[in-house]
Nanobody, 121 residues
Framework: QVQLVESGGGLVQPGGSLRLSCAAS????????MGWYRQAPGKQRELVAA???????IYADSVKGRFTISRDNAKNTVYLQMNSLEPEDTAVYYC???????????????WGQGTQVTVSS
């Protein structure tokens, strides 16, 4: 059983910062790409940022220059540093990871439970 546990969400004023964390636990062989998605009320879930096992990164255009994704492979943890937050960033943020349970198996997608980020004055 693999679990992804997120933390770090909350209420912040426009222009403020938050740091999200997501730690993977359980029994598995390796973790491939990890990423952050978000879903605002009435909207589809969208990719915010992703990072490969080799630390290559991609970002949604709307967060480039403001958000930074990173990972600590020793801790099986991915982070999302969010700066210059805007009301439009308000959403539930979900952690995602491609986890290989055994060496011979293809990676399987796992999701965290979500953490609320609210940007409001």
């Amino acid at each position: 059983q693999v679990q992804l546990v997120e933390s770090g969400g909350g209420l912040v004023q426009p222009g403020g910062s938050l740091r999200l964390s997501c730690a993977a636990s359980g029994s598995f062989f390796s973790i491939n790409a990890m990423g952050w998605y978000r879903q605002a009320p009435g909207k589809q879930r969208e990719l915010v940022a992703a990072i490969s096992s080799g630390s290559g990164t991609i970002y949604a255009d709307s967060v480039k220059g403001r958000f930074t994704i990173s990972r600590d492979n020793a801790k099986n943890t991915v982070y999302l540093q969010m700066n210059s937050l805007e009301p439009e960033d308000t959403a539930v943020y979900y952690c995602n990871a491609g986890v290989r349970l055994k060496a011979a198996l293809t990676p399987k997608d796992y999701w965290g439970q979500g953490t609320q980020v609210t940007v409001s004055s």
